[in-house]
Nanobody, 124 residues
Framework: VQLVESGGGLVQAGGSLRLSCAAS????????MAWFRQAPGKEREFVAT????????YYADSVKGRFTISRDNTKNTINLQMNSLKPEDTAVYYC??????????????????WGQGTQVTVSS
């Protein structure tokens, strides 16, 4: 599956952004999809996952209650609605996927489709 992220930008603390990911490939509908992020000098960090049918989601504690992951299998898209943004949310955000049934996999090495990501910058 090939993935292209968009929607990043510069926003003030407390603001919102909506990231989108366009996926290509016939097996997209069978994949668990996830968002990860990487800040300068830091390791890639799990953000959220969504099951193949969007029935189950899982979030990192740092974003729970502020971010919402969703997917539309008819349009092959995955979205990440980010509200109440904080300066510590500043990072490059990546959309990736994996086969399997568990949304609780947070190791980035188990995911495929790493692209260039989209930059999110939150100013204080």
């Amino acid at each position: 599956v090939q993935l292209v992220e968009s929607g990043g930008g510069l926003v003030q603390a407390g603001g919102s952004l909506r990231l989108s990911c366009a996926a290509s490939g016939r097996i997209f509908g069978n994949y668990i999809m996830a968002w990860f992020r990487q800040a300068p000098g830091k390791e890639r960090e799990f953000v959220a996952t969504v099951s193949w049918n969007a029935g189950t989601t899982y979030y990192a504690d740092s974003v729970k209650g502020r971010f919402t992951i969703s997917r539309d299998n008819t349009k092959n898209t995955i979205n990440l609605q980010m509200n109440s943004l904080k300066p510590e949310d500043t990072a490059v955000y990546y959309c990736v996927g994996k086969s399997g049934n568990s949304v609780y996999v947070v190791n980035p090495r188990q995911y495929d489709g790493w692209g260039q990501g989209t930059q999110v910058t939150v100013s204080s």
